[in-house]
Nanobody
């Protein structure tokens, strides 16, 4: 069982930055690939970024590539999403998710989810 708690969301102007954190419970955090997803009002939840269990591989949606960076600290059971050059279209609830061992870009592939944190980017 893995419990996930996101933090770091908020209101930021376009062009600004935010860093999201996701703290995980459990002693097997390092066995899980971690992903960030987001869901805007009226839209489906979409993949943003993922990181392998070791942290050695990262994956990004085209819409955030070059602007967002995912990282993890297995000693702290935490995964991060550094977001820069934010755009109004990045406004959404951001969720972290855990999948045992392998990463994936699909919502259904993840076993555990956090409650989400709101990110609002004003123009």
């Amino acid at each position: 069982q893995v419990q996930l708690v996101e933090s770091g969301g908020g209101l930021v102007q376009a062009g600004g930055s935010l860093r999201l954190s996701c703290a995980a419970s459990g002693r097997t955090f390092s066995s899980y690939a971690m992903g960030w997803f987001r869901q805007a009002p009226g839209k489906e939840r979409e993949f943003v970024a993922a990181i392998s269990w070791s942290g050695g591989n990262t994956y990004y949606a085209d819409s955030v590539k070059g602007r967002f960076t995912i990282s993890r600290d297995n000693a702290k059971n935490t995964v991060y999403l550094q977001m820069s050059s934010l755009k109004p279209e990045d406004t959404a609830v951001y969720y972290c998710a855990a999948r045992y061992h392998d990463w994936g870009p699909q919502v259904y592939e993840y076993d555990y989810w956090g409650q989400g944190t709101q990110v609002t980017v004003s123009s």
